[in-house]
T-cell receptor
Framework: DAGITQSPRHKVTETGTPVTLRCHQT?????MYWYRQDPGHGLRLIHY???????DKGEVSDGYSVSRSKTEDFLLTLESATSSQTSVYFC??????????????FGPGTRLLVL | GESVGLHLPTLSVQEGDNSIINCAYS??????FIWYKQESGKGPQFIID?????DKRQGQRVTVLLNKTVKHLSLQIAATQPGDSAVYFC????????????FGTGTRLQVTL
């Protein structure tokens, strides 16, 4: 599991409330990612980080923000949750695979339901 | 934009038979491909990868084939076991751009006894 944990694993919240998901890694990886997974779609990148305080937007970043104040933690915040953000959220890290390519490895996921 | 295309069929295979899961990709610039396995309620798990300078790569009971001419890759699982039941999806990338991984939607593999 590449030393990745996500918390909480399940959450139910109401529309309009802020939500923060946490990804924690223990192996000092530089790159971390947040994806969402929905039926009929492949994994879609929300935001990613390439170092402490260095982040960038992905394909579906609207309504989400991230922070990375230390190497091991990457936080995803839904500023004001909407029902369209009901999804399964995966954190990933990447590490060099055989020295030439960054391969991504995933955490166990957080299932979020916005009512 | 370009994306990895993978229809979401359900492939039913008898235990002990070989399984073949297919994936089409559309970005001709992609030069690195990965297969992931995702069991119910879990995160995607890396299975095997292949670079575009290779046509075939083998792992333990799995083989990935790449046909760049028709932009197609496949995952072959030998002697399929009940534990192989999962959703399998491919992903494409350009070497050196870790953030640009693009995923297909997946194929569900059901192993019957």
């Amino acid at each position: 599991d590449a030393g990745i944990t996500q918390s909480p694993r399940h959450k139910v919240t109401e529309t309009g409330t802020p939500v923060t998901l946490r990804c924690h890694q223990t192996e000092n990886h530089r790159y971390m990612y947040w994806y969402r997974q929905d039926p009929g779609h492949g994994l879609r990148l929300i935001h990613y980080s390439y170092g402490v305080k260095d982040t960038d937007k992905g394909e579906v970043s609207d309504g989400y923000s991230v922070s990375r104040s230390k190497t091991e933690d990457f936080l995803l915040t839904l500023e004001s949750a909407t029902s369209s953000q009901t999804s399964v959220y995966f954190c990933a890290i990447s590490e060099l695979n055989k020295g030439w390519q960054e391969t991504q490895y995933f955490g166990p996921g957080t299932r979020l339901l916005v009512l | 934009g370009e994306s990895v295309g993978l229809h979401l069929p359900t492939l039913s295979v008898q235990e002990g038979d070989n399984s073949i899961i297919n994936c089409a990709y559309s970005n001709s610039a992609s030069d690195y491909f990965i297969w992931y396995k995702q069991e119910s309620g879990k995160g995607p798990q890396f299975i095997i990868d292949i670079r575009s300078n290779m046509d075939k790569r083998q792992g333990q009971r799995v083989t990935v084939l790449l046909n760049k001419t028709v932009k197609h890759l496949s995952l072959q699982i030998a002697a399929t076991q009940p534990g192989d039941s999962a959703v399998y999806f491919c992903a494409e990338n350009i070497i050196g751009t870790a953030s640009k991984l693009t995923f297909g939607t997946g194929t569900r593999l059901q192993v019957t006894l």
